[in-house]
């Protein structure tokens, strides 16, 4: 860690700006729907009066508070007329990479200002591939490190005597409005701090927690009742259709043990051997590291009951990457003080180019189609009578908050169907040509068409009116509906010349 040493503390957040920012134009690839269609798409719609709602927002299990952030960004910017479309995409990634450079500079606060913990959390393929974007658990970790940071562990005798920050439980009242599954997380922590706590337990509750849970409770209720329309807690909705009524394994179902054998060793890439190592430690001489132990319990929780979930992702375990990389720096930092210089040179450049590998290509090449293909869109879109249809499996890519066009768009619809009926999109699928000839037996066909290349022998009949204006690169691993490329149809105005087709 000789580069870093001397860093400032503003030079240290520069670095750690800049490499977020640099995400934000590096990662142009698609990751998951909620990035867009739970942020992106309601901010839109309510800032400029178009836009496309899912079924969570009519169930009501998602809270207001973030897309209101970004409708506020993109109200800025409709008042101003500096609404143009890159600036309108572009902004609020760069919001967020702002809120995780904090979150960032906090963690390397939190360990101490060590030089392996800055390198970790600016090197982490997993951290840079999602910290820029607007996910709802990218804002969620973001909480979680800021939190941990001015958090009152008891790591020693005079712990006892410090004053305690009661910060870190705004942020996670906050934090469970935003994705009421980091719950677990809080209730260990909760625990132990009153456990441990300076003060009297009962003043505790009397005077710090119930007074900041009833503040944020009216708050972000009130927002949420508002801009509902009627009185709602986001938290309990959410609970009550993804957990109680299953709703969530509709898309898709995981073995118990995923994300102990694939979710956490996905996101952790190379960084799981420091993270192994440092389990270990702890679990063999607990005595000598409780405020691991306490970390790891809180983590396990959060591991634990997620897996009794069917539907599980890899976004979901995303808030522990600060707590298992703080584990990881606390068993790499005393290392490093014994090895030898080729010893240190050589485990730098294995961790750096583990990570920036999949870093790469996760952020520049894989899934990068249903991105490019907006612009096309929105260059071909000659009138605001155009009209899109996605043959795509659904929400597989943005919509009018990347198109910034108020053109009428159809995608197909994958809301979970009543019990015994199949989905819009699945049943699309089956029969394509009997989907279109009921879709458009009395109205007018779309005057652009965007599917994937899987799909083109299935609906070659219905193409023949439309002319290919532009295939595009989109995966390596094709699955399922997903294909290799992206093709963007348009209805035939007038003969287009076959070196007129862009490849």
């Given at each position: 860690m000789a580069l870093a040493k001397g860093l400032r503390p503003v030079q240290v957040g520069a670095v750690i700006l800049a490499v977020r920012i640099l995400s934000v134009f590096l990662v142009q690839t698609w990751y998951v729907p909620d990035e867009y269609w739970q942020t992106l798409e309601v901010a839109h719609k309510y800032a400029f009066g178009y836009g496309a709602l899912t079924w969570e927002w009519q169930k009501g299990i998602r809270s207001y508070l973030y897309p209101s952030v970004v409708a506020v960004l993109y109200s800025v910017l409709k008042l101003t007329g500096?609404?143009?479309?890159?600036?309108?995409?572009?902004?609020?990634?760069?919001?967020?990479?702002?809120?995780?450079?904090?979150?960032?500079?906090?963690?390397?606060?939190?360990?101490?200002?060590?030089?392996?913990a800055l390198f970790l959390i600016l090197t982490s393929w997993f951290w840079f591939y999602t910290a820029s974007r607007t996910l709802l658990q990218t804002l969620e970790t973001a909480f979680v490190a800021i939190a941990l940071s001015v958090f009152p562990f008891k790591t020693g005798k005079l712990g006892y005597y410090e004053k305690e920050s009661s910060t870190w439980l705004w942020l996670a009242c906050v934090s469970i409005f935003v994705r009421p599954t980091s719950a677990p997380l809080w209730i260990v922590l909760g625990i132990y701090n009153m456990a441990t706590t300076n003060q009297g337990r009962i003043e505790l509750l009397l005077k710090t927690y119930l007074p900041i849970a009833f503040i944020c409770g009216v708050v972000l209720v009130g927002l949420d009742s508002y801009l509902y329309g009627r009185l709602i807690v986001t938290p309990w909705e959410f609970f009550k259709y993804n957990v109680l009524g299953g709703v969530a394994s509709f898309y898709g179902e995981h073995p118990w043990h995923w994300y102990i054998t694939q979710g956490l060793p996905a996101i952790l890439g190379i960084n799981v051997l420091p993270v192994v190592w440092a389990l270990y430690k702890i679990i063999s001489r607990p005595s000598e590291n409780k405020m691991g132990l306490l970390l790891i319990t809180a983590a396990g929780l959060h591991v634990l009951l997620h897996s009794f979930i069917p539907h599980k992702e890899f976004r979901f375990v995303l808030p522990l990457l600060p707590i298992l990389l703080y584990l990881a720096q606390d068993v790499i930092v005393p290392w490093s003080r014994k090895a030898k210089k080729w010893q240190l040179y050589g485990v730098t450049m294995l961790m750096l180019v583990g990570n920036l590998l999949p870093s790469l290509y996760f952020g520049v090449i894989h899934q990068a189609g249903t991105l490019a293909v907006m612009p096309v869109l929105r260059e071909s879109l000659t009138e605001n009578r155009s009209s899109i249809l996605f043959m795509m499996p659904c929400h597989s890519t943005p919509l009018y908050s990347h198109l910034h066009r108020n053109v009428s768009t159809r995608t197909l619809d994958c809301s979970p169907p009543p019990e015994g009926r199949t989905c819009e999109s699945e049943a699309f699928f089956m029969n394509p040509n009997r989907w279109w000839n009921a879709e458009y037996a009395h109205r007018q066909t779309p005057s652009h068409l965007v599917l994937f290349d899987v799909l083109k022998g299935r609906?070659?009949?219905l193409l023949q009116g439309y002319d290919l204006i532009q295939r595009i690169n989109h995966t390596q691993f094709p699955q399922g509906e997903v294909g290799e490329k992206v093709l963007v149809y348009k209805k035939r105005t007038q003969k287009i010349q076959a070196d007129e087709i862009i490849h």
């Amino acid at each position: 860690m000789a580069l870093a040493k001397g860093l400032r503390p503003v030079q240290v957040g520069a670095v750690i700006l800049a490499v977020r920012i640099l995400s934000v134009f590096l990662v142009q690839t698609w990751y998951v729907p909620d990035e867009y269609w739970q942020t992106l798409e309601v901010a839109h719609k309510y800032a400029f009066g178009y836009g496309a709602l899912t079924w969570e927002w009519q169930k009501g299990i998602r809270s207001y508070l973030y897309p209101s952030v970004v409708a506020v960004l993109y109200s800025v910017l409709k008042l101003t007329g500096l609404d143009y479309p890159n600036v309108v995409i572009i902004l609020p990634r760069i919001l967020q990479a702002i809120i995780s450079s904090i979150a960032d500079y906090k963690f390397y606060k939190w360990t101490g200002g060590r030089k392996w913990a800055l390198f970790l959390i600016l090197t982490s393929w997993f951290w840079f591939y999602t910290a820029s974007r607007t996910l709802l658990q990218t804002l969620e970790t973001a909480f979680v490190a800021i939190a941990l940071s001015v958090f009152p562990f008891k790591t020693g005798k005079l712990g006892y005597y410090e004053k305690e920050s009661s910060t870190w439980l705004w942020l996670a009242c906050v934090s469970i409005f935003v994705r009421p599954t980091s719950a677990p997380l809080w209730i260990v922590l909760g625990i132990y701090n009153m456990a441990t706590t300076n003060q009297g337990r009962i003043e505790l509750l009397l005077k710090t927690y119930l007074p900041i849970a009833f503040i944020c409770g009216v708050v972000l209720v009130g927002l949420d009742s508002y801009l509902y329309g009627r009185l709602i807690v986001t938290p309990w909705e959410f609970f009550k259709y993804n957990v109680l009524g299953g709703v969530a394994s509709f898309y898709g179902e995981h073995p118990w043990h995923w994300y102990i054998t694939q979710g956490l060793p996905a996101i952790l890439g190379i960084n799981v051997l420091p993270v192994v190592w440092a389990l270990y430690k702890i679990i063999s001489r607990p005595s000598e590291n409780k405020m691991g132990l306490l970390l790891i319990t809180a983590a396990g929780l959060h591991v634990l009951l997620h897996s009794f979930i069917p539907h599980k992702e890899f976004r979901f375990v995303l808030p522990l990457l600060p707590i298992l990389l703080y584990l990881a720096q606390d068993v790499i930092v005393p290392w490093s003080r014994k090895a030898k210089k080729w010893q240190l040179y050589g485990v730098t450049m294995l961790m750096l180019v583990g990570n920036l590998l999949p870093s790469l290509y996760f952020g520049v090449i894989h899934q990068a189609g249903t991105l490019a293909v907006m612009p096309v869109l929105r260059e071909s879109l000659t009138e605001n009578r155009s009209s899109i249809l996605f043959m795509m499996p659904c929400h597989s890519t943005p919509l009018y908050s990347h198109l910034h066009r108020n053109v009428s768009t159809r995608t197909l619809d994958c809301s979970p169907p009543p019990e015994g009926r199949t989905c819009e999109s699945e049943a699309f699928f089956m029969n394509p040509n009997r989907w279109w000839n009921a879709e458009y037996a009395h109205r007018q066909t779309p005057s652009h068409l965007v599917l994937f290349d899987v799909l083109k022998g299935r609906v070659d009949s219905l193409l023949q009116g439309y002319d290919l204006i532009q295939r595009i690169n989109h995966t390596q691993f094709p699955q399922g509906e997903v294909g290799e490329k992206v093709l963007v149809y348009k209805k035939r105005t007038q003969k287009i010349q076959a070196d007129e087709i862009i490849h």
